[in-house]
């Protein structure tokens, strides 16, 4: 099995390499520099000339407030370039793995959105990421979508890192309360991709690590594991206004992964435990 991965010097694309090497699974890691998902000649030689069998597509435009005064830059890149990558896909049979998100649900209520329920992002780049994975199941059949939330990893920036920075000049911070959901930790994510492009389970999931919290308890348990001495106060969404509209409910079902007989990713505390471990042995 060939594999080329976009978006390889991401959080999600850099562990994703890590695992195929584990596996000792050939692969490819695709950067702005080989092609960008706005270039399509470019892409079509690259990838036709690799000839992967799967393609694991984490390159995304990520920007959810920038969106707002950009949707054409994120259209572009979430939506056409997808589709892009899906034709090509199409072109030589290769399986392609798309990374999406709970933006592209409504965000309300409390129930666990399941994969089929209606969607209605309220955010351009909720909308840019569904356009996505409409265009992935209109070009193709063996495909995974993969919708996660709340992602941290150790190449690049994330929540908890922030949390770490601010607890160095901070010794009581507000932190919102009110947007429930479940962190990805990207070591855990990734295992699950490349079982999913061992095997054509095709379909839509979705993929995060056990357990629900608010951002404040997040950062909770972020001070509490990293032995830092930081007050958190809880505060609704309104005193941190922005400009994309954020859901203030990103409950995902895993019914899904249990379905197709996949591993759901082990509980945020153990998987925020482990990054921590990882953080500090990379920053000894």
Same mark, same amino acid.
């Given at each position: 099995? !060939? ?38 000649? !470019? ?23 920038? $969106? ?5 830059? $994120? ?168 400009k994309a509209t954020r859901p203030k409910n990103s409950r995902l079902s895993k019914n899904s992964l249990d379905a197709a007989g996949f591993s759901r990713l ?19």
């Open positions: 099995m !060939k594999v080329l991965v976009t978006g390889v010097t991401g959080q999600l694309g850099f562990d994703v390499m890590r695992e195929l090497a584990r596996r000792d699974i050939e692969a490819e890691g695709a950067t702005r520099k080989d092609f960008s998902l706005t270039e399509k000649e !470019k892409a079509q030689k690259f990838i036709k000339d690799y000839r992967p069998d799967v393609v694991i597509h984490c390159a995304a435009y990520t920007a959810v407030d920038k $969106a707002e005064d950009e949707p054409e830059v $994120a259209m572009a890149i979430n939506h056409d370039g997808t589709r892009m990558l899906a034709e090509i896909c199409r072109d030589i049979d290769a399986k392609m793995i798309y990374i999406s998100t709970d933006y592209v649900f409504p965000g309300d209520g409390q129930d666990f959105y399941e994969p089929p329920m209606p969607k209605d992002p309220k955010n351009v780049y909720g909308k840019s990421k569904l356009l996505g994975e409409e265009a992935v199941q209109e070009i193709l059949e063996k495909y995974f979508i993969v919708r996660i939330s709340w992602v941290f990893g150790i190449n690049g920036k994330n929540f908890v890192r922030t949390m770490l920075n601010l607890a160095e000049t901070h010794k009581e911070l507000t932190v919102v309360a009110d947007q429930t959901g479940s962190p990805t930790y990207t070591f855990d994510l990734s295992r699950l991709l490349v079982d999913m492009a061992e095997s054509d389970k095709y379909g839509v999931y979705h993929a995060t690590n056990e357990g629900i919290c608010s951002w404040a308890e997040f950062a909770e348990e972020i001070f509490r594991q990293s032995g830092k001495e930081v007050k958190v106060t809880p505060v609704t969404s309104d005193k941190y206004p922005t082990p509980h945020w505390k153990d998987a925020l435990g482990r990054y921590l471990i990882e953080l500090s042995t990379m920053l000894a």
